[in-house]
């Protein structure tokens, strides 16, 4: 479970994140993407989710992404208390 309570920078919340990529990516990757957390959907697409500090962390993950040559299919900021429900869903 992520604490979104925990300041990213002084007085903000860190945001939590999906993004999706077209194929089947290992889970050893989590630690090169920031420790995202990484599942996949009912059509063997990738999600990564988890915590990230700021926008600039966010383009970070996304360069990654870009860099691996993984299809970029969806990237979805979590509203507050929503990261708890994707959790029980993983």
Not at 11 to 37: M, P
Not at 80 to 87: P, R, T
Request: hydrophobic letters at 40%; glycine letters at 8%; one cysteine or more.
């Amino acid at each position: 479970m992520y604490d979104v309570t925990r300041a990213g920078k002084r007085g903000s919340k860190v945001n939590i994140y999906e993004i999706c990529v077209q194929s089947h990516l290992d889970q050893h990757w989590s630690a090169w993407f920031e420790r995202l957390t990484i599942t996949y959907d009912a059509d063997g697409n990738t999600v990564l989710r988890g915590p990230l500090a700021d926008e600039a962390a966010l383009h970070g993950v996304l360069t990654k992404v870009r860099d691996l040559g993984l299809p970029l299919l969806m990237v979805k900021r979590l509203p507050s208390g929503e990261e708890k429900q994707a959790d029980h869903k993983a």
